[in-house]
């Protein structure tokens, strides 16, 4: 760590520096951030863009009495140096070490923990509104955004809240990259790419800069200008015509300009937008010159030449080659994205076929209503989603979707525990909030065989939605079938004492649970049900003839594929005690998937134990002699 970077501690000890130090610590935090993303993996190219942007905003704002919210909150690793947390960055994303995102726990200057995007401004609008009643006149709500969250509609509808109070002191920093993972979709992307390329640009940059050295009221010298600006630079401003006082764009990366134009904003009492164009993976050549995401999120890589360390095949790469051979035999297949399209694995799908893939930028209520016009239309839409966000479209799918039974494949990546990213990534949700869906039926394989099998099937059907989740990381080798029972998959034959059901990727642990019960005397059957919305109706059976079942999932125990088998057999008068083995309902540390898996007793180990003590409470004592 370099000189400078090491002798802050917070805020204050930036104010300090000199105006001439400020190169040299901004120089200091790419060192940084380079180095520790080498090793760890991180937000490497986000934070690249905003260092200047990160250094202006704490010397002009008194964090934490003006709280400062970062929107989805990758982009904080420079306020987190800032505030003390430097010495942390060697063990960023580790387990018990820095968090990849915002978090109180580490840090009073962390107020929201947010990490799912366009959220920034509605926190802002509130917390600036309660100092306002509360009398705190003084405080300043800072809500950091990119351009790629504008495109969420929550984003515009804070927006239009805020124009309804001019004396909210609320300064929002729009941080325009041009990109969110890939680069900005949609008409918003466009409107912010023609200021960026406008001949006149960068004669714009120049004289606001002269302005901002030379005039004493600088906010009132700009905004005196802001016709002039809307008018040559880029017609019809949309912030302006929503009513908000606009300042920009201004080049995030000159700190001096930055801090002027921020001050200023602070200083005018109500709602200001401040417009700062950056780039992403500014510093380090290898991010600057990566044309997919300018390492939004690299796994560990080699610092000199920025090639990352390989994944092997991941579950991601299964579904996305099995996507493409469907689209070849079907041209009533589109696939649709919410910003996503590399994460996802359909750019290999884009590719293909290009007119008939559809990235809607960060909307994912949109995309799922998009869908269900898509197949009102004729045709069978794939929405491909992290697990985690498809919690912001529910409301979509069911009535727009659901209700309507349209062919609608919902495709979840990062199913269950995902692990690095912390608490907001774990795709720990689905599985509950989607057995209240009337119609939908959701797979999940076992394997990458299961996977292009049931995404067959899950396309195949023509009347009503489904749902394929998988997990993170990579795929899992196959776990081959030994019969049948119904159209679930019997992985194991036992004697009638267990019956193990598991849910997909879970298929590993409960073999090898059964083979620890084996030696405790407890024979064990281990069936995958593949389709676990609906359940199959062999299962009834099946559990009659045991003495225990216990099903195993990567999902919340609460309301998930547990709950459901205990239904089913409650709905059928089959009195077999029910053991649910999944995540437990808290939110969760980052850490390793395994190493969490470890924590909350998703393993053989523990499942073995676990059912051996359920077992012999349920055995009938031997009487004691007389």
Not at 27 to 34: A, P, Q, Y
Not at 532 to 551: Q, S
């Amino acid at each position: 760590m370099g000189k400078l970077l090491a002798s802050i501690r917070g805020p204050e000890d930036l104010k300090r520096l000199d105006v001439g130090e400020l190169p040299g610590l901004a120089g200091e935090i790419r060192d940084l951030l380079v180095d520790s993303c080498a090793k760890t993996g991180g937000h490497l190219g986000p934070n690249l863009g905003v260092v200047e942007l990160t250094i202006a905003l704490h010397r002009v704002f008194d964090s934490p009495d003006d709280p400062i919210i970062w929107d989805t909150g990758h982009q904080s690793y420079v306020h987190k140096m800032l505030t003390g947390r430097a010495e942390g960055f060697k063990a960023l994303k580790q387990e018990g070490g820095l968090s990849g995102y915002p978090s109180q726990g580490e840090s009073g200057h962390d107020f929201v923990e947010n990490s799912h995007a366009s959220t920034a401004l509605s926190y802002g609008e509130g917390m600036s509104k309660a100092f306002k009643l509360r009398g705190e006149r003084d405080r300043t709500v800072v809500a950091v955004i990119g351009d790629g969250a504008l495109t969420g509609g929550m984003a515009w509808e804070a927006l239009n809240n805020v124009a309804e109070h001019d004396d909210l002191r609320l300064v929002i920093v729009v941080n325009d990259n041009g990109r969110s993972y890939s680069p900005t979709i949609g008409g918003l992307g466009r409107h912010l790419a023609s200021l960026r390329v406008t001949r006149r640009y960068e004669e714009m940059l120049d004289f606001f800069k002269g302005k901002l050295e030379s005039v004493p009221l600088v906010y009132d010298a700009l905004h005196g200008f802001k016709k002039g600006v809307k008018d040559i630079v880029a017609p019809q401003v949309m912030f302006e015509d929503l009513g908000l006082k606009y300042v920009g764009p201004i080049d995030g990366h000159d700190e001096q300009a930055m801090e002027a134009a921020l001050r200023k904003a602070r200083d005018f009492g109500g709602p200001v937008i401040v417009h700062c164009v950056t780039q992403k993976g500014r510093g380090y050549a290898p991010a600057e010159n990566h044309e997919e995401d300018q390492f939004h999120s690299p796994g560990a890589f080699d610092r000199a030449t920025g090639l990352e360390k390989p994944k092997g095949r991941i579950w991601t790469n299964v579904f996305a080659e099995e996507l493409v051979r469907l689209g070849g035999e079907r041209d009533d297949l589109v696939a649709i994205t919410a910003a996503m399209l590399h994460p996802t694995g359909l750019n290999e799908f884009a590719e293909a076929f290009p007119t008939r893939t559809f990235d809607v930028g960060i909307a994912e209520q949109h995309a799922l209503t998009s869908a269900a016009g898509l197949a009102l239309g004729g045709l069978h839409p794939v929405v491909a989603v992290y697990a985690t966000f498809l919690n912001r479209a529910f409301d979509q799918l069911l009535m727009d979707v659901a209700l309507h039974k349209l062919p609608v494949t919902v495709v979840l990546d990062r199913a269950g525990v995902t692990g690095d990213d912390g608490a907001s990534h774990n795709g720990m949700w689905d599985l509950s909030i989607l057995q209240v869906v009337p119609g939908l039926r959701v797979a999940v394989p076992r394997d990458g065989e299961r996977l292009e099998e049931l995404l067959r099937e899950a396309v195949a059907v023509s009347d009503a939605p489904t749902v394929l989740r998988f997990p993170k990381g990579p795929v899992a080798a196959s776990v081959e079938a030994v019969g049948k029972l119904g159209e679930m998959d019997v992985l194991r034959a036992g004697d009638p004492d267990v019956l193990l059901v598991a849910v997909g990727p879970m298929a590993q642990v409960a073999l090898d649970a059964a083979v620890l019960l084996d030696a405790q005397g407890i024979s064990a059957t281990v069936v995958d049900p593949r389709w676990v919305k609906p359940l199959d109706e062999a299962l009834v059976l099946a559990a009659a003839a045991h003495k225990l079942v216990a099903v195993v999932e990567d999902n919340g125990r609460v309301g998930g594929v547990g709950d459901a088998v205990s239904r089913l057999l409650r709905d059928n008068d089959v009195d077999v005690p029910v053991r649910t083995f999944g995540i437990p309902q808290r939110f969760l540390d980052h850490a390793k998937r395994a190493a969490i898996l470890g924590q909350i007793g998703l393993t053989g180990q523990d499942l073995s134990r676990e059912i051996t003590e359920a077992v012999a409470k349920r055995s009938t004592p031997i009487d004691a002699p007389h």
